[in-house]
């Protein structure tokens, strides 16, 4: 990985309006099992209105093996990483650089956000995605132009991506691929409240994320199984075995924290309220 500043760090686009910080990310792995694998590098640009951007990139201890197929891809080793921090060890580092963001990248809500959320979960400090909006350059681009990043970057940037698989190296392609979609599509919305409802298809009879928790008459209900249709606070009260079983399941973080509110007597607000 070349030294931080021999990174010619692009801008945003001009027609992009920030109203708070946004974090461009990449994380690199073990693997491709969102639940089970674990990261090996983060690399990020903050970007935050009326400041310098800020670039970093870690080498992080996985505390699993590396597998060689993973190797081939992002030619991090077990020897690369075996004395340096692990996740757990550096989430105060990594919660201040997220802090109050918004979230860019290039597939993020198929790998990286759910595979993030995991990770700070085990470090016993859960990563709140409430109110953080979620700018993705693959879902403008598969809506416009269906192909991959490499393919991006040669469409809107007339260049090759020499760097695919290296953390630091796609972070700085996707800033690229999203300037170069501003200026393609003139028409895309400028502000993140509106890229966040136009590419990221928010059901507003969800709870989480997935899904896996739905509103029904304005209240949480599951929406899995055998126990679709039941609501939670009824779960909760009669079948507390099925909600241990859920929080030692493989259900994703959001899910769960609604769930563990729950417990506590604290329900989110139906959209309504």
């Known amino acids: 990985m070349p030294p931080m500043n021999t990174y010619d760090i692009p801008s945003l686009p001009e027609a992009l309006e920030l109203d708070r ?12 099992n969102k639940r089970m694998d674990r990261i090996v590098s983060i690399a990020l640009v903050r970007y935050e209105p009326g400041k310098e951007p800020v670039a970093k990139y870690w080498l992080v201890n996985p505390t699993i093996p590396i597998p060689p197929e993973s190797t081939q891809i992002h030619t991090i080793t077990d020897d690369d990483v075996k004395d340096v921090a692990t996740f757990a060890e550096m989430v105060g580092v990594f919660e201040e650089y997220f802090e109050g963001a918004d979230l860019a990248g290039y597939n993020l809500l198929g790998f990286d956000i759910p595979l993030l959320c995991e ?8 990563f709140d995605l409430r109110g953080r909006r979620v700018l993705d350059a693959q879902r403008i681009f598969f809506k416009k132009e269906p192909r991959d990043l490499k393919a991006a970057l040669r469409k809107y940037c007339g260049i090759e991506h020499e760097s695919a698989h290296d953390a630091m190296g796609d972070v700085l392609a996707t800033i690229r691929v999203l300037s170069g979609e501003f200026r393609a599509y003139p028409d895309l919305p400028t502000d993140m409240d509106s890229l966040d409802r136009e590419f990221n298809q928010h059901d507003p009879t969800s709870v989480d994320r997935s899904g896996r ?3 029904v008459d304005g209240e949480v209900t599951l929406n899995f199984g055998k126990f679709q249709g039941r609501r939670l606070r009824s779960v909760i009260r009669e079948e507390p075995g099925v909600i241990n079983w859920l929080l030692r399941s493989d259900f994703p973080e959001d899910t769960k924290r609604i769930v563990r509110d729950a417990q506590l007597g604290k329900y989110p607000s139906p959209p309504s309220a």
């Open 21 to 32: 910080p946004l974090v461009v990310f990449d994380l690199e792995a073990t693997g491709l």
């Open 119 to 126: 990770e700070f979960a085990r470090a016993g400090r859960p």
């Open 213 to 215: 928790l739905k509103w």
